[in-house]
Each structure stands twice: as C-alpha cells, then as structure tokens.
Nanobody, 122 residues
Framework: QRQLVESGGGLVQPGGSLRLSCAAS????????IGWFRQAAGKEREGVSC???????MYVDGVEGRFTISRNNAKNTVYLQMNSLKPEDTGVYYC????????????????WGQGTQVTVSS
C-alpha cells in the first residue's frame, strides 16, 4: 500500500522550532516532487514549500528564510525544518507527492498524508 505519513507536529511557543517528517512507504520518492501544505481552521489548504527530485526547492511568501525543506532519498523521507514559528503558522500540515515539477496546485499531487497538527501559541 502506497502511503505518506507525517510526524513531528506539536505545540510550540512563538519563536520556537519544529521539524516535520514525511515518510513514504510502498513507493519511492526518488523521482517525485514533494510538497508541504497547511490548512488553518476555516481556511483553504495552501502550499508552504516543495522540493523537486533534483533538490531545487520553492517556498511560499512569508516562510522563506524561516522554513527549510530537505530530502533524504536513502530514508525515503522529506523534512520541513520550521524556525522562528509564528501563531499564523498554526494549522494541519500535509505532505504530498507528485510526478510533476514543484507547484502548489493541489490537484497535481496524487499521494497525500493524513496530516500533523502544528500549534504555535504562548
């Protein structure tokens, strides 16, 4: 069974850090772009960051310089290091896989994880 599983979410104070992981099973991430998306309560899901198979990455405005996406193909895992977290970063974070080059169009991603909650609050 092909699936993505996110982990690493939690409750953190403003200014804190978290590292999210996205582990794949049943298929390889080597030739896929992997995106991170988030959905705040009452809002639409939005793209946060994405990494191509060649390591090139992209970020949404507002997180560049604070978030870093990386991949470890040997572990079939993609990471999102989140620093200097702000309350507006709160939401459920999802990873997703696509055979296309990085983009934030939800419909182009064929595999999705179940999400992990990130809450930034004092």
């Amino acid at each position: 069974q092909r699936q993505l599983v996110e982990s690493g979410g939690g409750l953190v104070q403003p200014g804190g850090s978290l590292r999210l992981s996205c582990a794949a099973s049943g298929f390889t991430l080597d030739y896929r772009s992997i995106g991170w998306f988030r959905q705040a309560a009452g809002k639409e899901r939005e793209g946060v960051s994405c990494i191509n198979s060649d390591g090139r990455s992209m970020y949404v405005d507002g997180v560049e310089g604070r978030f870093t996406i990386s991949r470890n193909n040997a572990k079939n895992t993609v990471y999102l290091q989140m620093n200097s977290l702000k309350p507006e970063d709160t939401g459920v974070y999802y990873c997703a896989a696509t055979t296309y080059q990085c983009n934030f169009y939800l419909g182009s991603f064929e595999y999705w994880g179940q999400g992990t909650q990130v809450t930034v609050s004092s």
